[in-house]
Nanobody, 126 residues
Framework: QVQLVESGGGLVQAGGSLRLSCAASGRTFSTYNMGWFRQAPGKEREFAAAITRSGGSTYYADSVKGRFTISRDNAKNTVYLQMNSLKPEDTAVYYC???????????????????WGQGTQVTVSS
C-alpha cells in the first residue's frame, strides 16, 4: 500500500510558476511509475505528466509540454511537477498518482494507476 500526499498548490498570476510535490510512503517508491493528473471544475480528470520508476523517461500532455517538468527523487520518495508559464486554463485540482512498474500501461489513462493522492488546488488568475 502506498500513500501519496501532494503539496505546493496555490494561487498564482498568469505567467507565473509553481512547483508541486508529492511525498510517498513505503519502501517501494522506486518501483513505481508516477504521474500527475488534473481535474478542472465540470471536466473529467486528464493526464498531465508521467515519469518512469528510474526517472529515465517522461511523458507529457500536449497542453503542458514545454511548460511543465516532472521529476523524482527516489531517495526522498518524492515526485515533483514544476509548472512554468502558467495559464488560466491550467486551473484545476492536481492529483499525484502511482502504479507498480510491472503493471505496465501507456501512462496516459487514469485507470492504469493504482494509488492516488487527495489533490492540491492550483488557481491561475488572468
Amino acid at each position: 500500500q502506498v500513500q501519496l500526499v501532494e503539496s505546493g498548490g496555490g494561487l498564482v498570476q498568469a505567467g507565473g510558476s509553481l512547483r508541486l510535490s508529492c511525498a510517498a510512503s513505503g519502501r517501494t517508491f522506486s518501483t513505481y511509475n508516477m504521474g500527475w493528473f488534473r481535474q478542472a471544475p465540470g471536466k473529467e480528470r486528464e493526464f498531465a505528466a508521467a515519469i518512469t520508476r528510474s526517472g529515465g523517461s517522461t511523458y507529457y500532455a500536449d497542453s503542458v509540454k514545454g511548460r511543465f517538468t516532472i521529476s523524482r527523487d527516489n531517495a526522498k520518495n518524492t515526485v515533483y511537477l514544476q509548472m512554468n508559464s502558467l495559464k488560466p486554463e491550467d486551473t484545476a485540482v492536481y492529483y499525484c498518482t502511482g502504479t507498480p512498474w510491472a503493471r505496465g500501461g501507456s501512462y496516459y489513462f487514469a485507470y492504469e494507476y493504482d494509488y492516488w493522492g487527495q489533490g492540491t488546488q492550483v488557481t491561475v488568475s488572468s
